[in-house]
């Protein structure tokens, strides 16, 4: 039998009575065999947060007691994470993005990217002379943005216009192609390929991207995608007399219909046809082409790139330059699965969206998913570890062979059988939260996956409470007693009810239009300047 006290210091203890059933209010183990380890239980209640304690024990064989005590051990109730009371107020947007620069691998692949470039031509005349389009990286001179600031055309992309030349950028329905380069037309003296070309012309190419993520924010009655091309003659020989450069964008899709691509000044609003003298150096004019999705279920759209180059010096010549498909990065997914008033639309999958759990108004459910992301494997919902929505098109079926759904991960976490433990009044009343969440792949009750389990008493075990002046994630050793580990496979958690409910209550945004496993980052700001081998507070 294992017997002993608790004091809240060495110096001048305070015994802390941890039972009723004796005297003395000294737990008593059970007799355990030799070598065995004795343990007992300490009542919920008895023991408080913040407060240092000591205790020592004491054995009894059946017969005889221990002569001595064994040394004073020190421990502590700490929490692995604090934080204050919410706020009544935020500037935290959960679901607003920033744009993320991008590297295209197409389209003109290594020819845009490349120093030498590649030549793609027309056929020869009687001379031998040939129109051939060059693409190459954007001079130093054409790094910076062309356009007039006088614009009678509106820009598609309203925040593109503020982004460098030079960079592509994406967010989850636009895009922002200010590093397309520049496209060189080019008149070849004929015969001799050493000699000095009879004339070119230079043009610095740039395209924005729009997906409308429900229908009717295009102007129509369908799913939708708009696409620009700005093109900025910087240089014509007059001796080609005039140029023309068109553009033929393409689309990779079984139900679509687009525009062919319209022409405008892009400071006049004037329709043109994509011609050019030499005395119209810097006037850009703008291609504009619609896409409409007339499609079922969703489909990811992949679009090509075409340039036709004509000079007045020889019509009988154009140089067509195919560079086929535009990337993976700019392929736009179209649906009509979201559920709601938005169906159809589209967005761009490539981006990948951050939700910002708002710890200003839900701090107690941001401190503890925070401290799940650092102890389960891979940081979830970082780096290179995002999690993955579950979504209404899931091909995950249950028993009975419907669609698998948070609902049904959810009742092997947090079961409506499960004890919530006891929360204090300051905090609300308790509901019981699980991580990764039910929404996502990473749920520890979503089946065939690495951290699956077929019980929330298999997770780590938590709960909100009061800490000193604030508050704490501590661990729940009703069913944990060893606390958290590095390599936990999911958490639940005594979270209070209205920061449980609220802190994902804006997930998924409608325009990110997420469907099954597409991948989203979880911010927590406040609790990101921390470590996992301390504890965090909260700024």
Not at 53 to 62: I, R
Request: proline residues 6%; hydrophobic residues 30%.
């Amino acid at each position: 039998m294992e017997s002993g006290s608790i004091g809240s210091s060495v110096q001048n203890p305070d015994q802390v009575k941890l039972t009723d059933e004796n005297s003395y209010g000294v737990l008593v183990s059970d007799f355990i065999p030799s070598g065995g380890t004795a343990e007992v239980t300490v009542p919920e209640g008895r023991l408080k947060q913040d407060v240092t304690y000591t205790f020592h024990t004491s054995a009894f064989d059946g017969a005889l007691y221990e002569t001595d005590w064994s040394p004073w051990a020190k421990f502590r109730i700490s929490p692995y994470v604090t934080f204050p009371a919410p706020q009544s107020s935020s500037t935290i947007d959960p679901v607003a993005q920033t744009e993320q620069k991008i590297f295209r691998s197409d389209p003109g692949a290594l020819a845009v990217r490349s120093a030498d470039g590649g030549w793609s031509c027309s056929k020869s005349n009687a001379q031998g002379q040939k129109v051939c389009i060059e693409f190459h990286p954007a001079s130093k001179d054409g790094a910076k943005s062309l356009k007039s600031a006088q614009a009678a055309v509106s820009d598609l992309v309203e925040w593109c216009e503020g982004k460098p030349s030079g960079h592509d950028y994406l967010n989850r329905t636009d895009a922002c192609l200010n590093d397309l380069g520049e496209a060189t037309l080019i008149f070849t003296s004929g015969g001799d390929e050493t000699k000095p070309p009879f004339g070119t012309a230079t043009f610095k190419l740039q395209q924005q991207l729009k997906a409308y993520p429900n229908k009717g924010a295009g102007g129509s009655d369908f799913a939708e995608f708009d696409q620009q091309l700005f093109v900025t003659p910087t240089y014509i020989d007059p001796a080609l007399m005039g140029v023309r450069l068109t553009w033929k964008p393409g689309v990779v899709c079984g139900a679509c219909d687009s525009t062919l691509p319209t022409w405008k000044n892009y400071e006049t609003g004037a329709s043109e046809a994509a011609y050019w003298l030499p005395s119209d150096v810097y006037e850009t004019q703008v291609a504009s082409t619609t896409t409409k999705w007339l499609g079922t279920g969703k489909e990811t759209i992949g679009l090509t790139w075409d340039m036709t180059g004509f000079v007045d010096v020889d019509l009988d010549l154009k140089a067509n330059a195919d560079f086929g498909s535009s990337g993976d990065e700019l392929k736009v997914r179209c649906d009509d699965l979201v559920p709601g008033g938005s169906t159809p639309g589209c967005v761009l999958p490539y981006f990948t969206p951050v939700y910002t759990a708002d710890t200003n108004l839900y701090p107690a459910a941001g401190a503890y998913y925070w401290l799940m992301q650092h102890r389960m494997t891979g940081i979830p919902g970082t780096g290179d570890a995002p999690l993955h929505y579950l979504g209404p098109d899931a091909t995950v079926k249950t028993d009975d062979g419907s669609t698998w759904t948070s609902g049904d991960s959810r009742k092997v976490v947090c079961p409506d059988s499960w004890t919530r433990h006891s929360m204090d009044t300051a905090l609300g009343s308790p509901t019981c939260d699980e991580f990764a969440m039910a929404s996502t792949h990473e749920s520890g009750g979503f089946p065939g996956i690495a951290n699956e389990v077929t019980s929330g008493g298999q997770c780590a075990q938590l709960y909100a409470a009061p800490s000193g002046s604030t508050f704490g994630i501590f661990a729940d050793t009703r069913e944990d007693k060893n606390g958290l580990s590095s390599q936990e496979k999911c958490g639940r958690a005594t979270i209070p009810g209205d920061q449980n409910s609220g802190v994902f209550s804006k997930f998924p945004a409608p325009s990110w239009r997420m469907l099954d496993n597409d991948a989203f980052y979880l911010g927590n700001p406040g609790f990101e300047h921390c470590t996992s081998t301390t504890t965090c507070a909260w700024k």
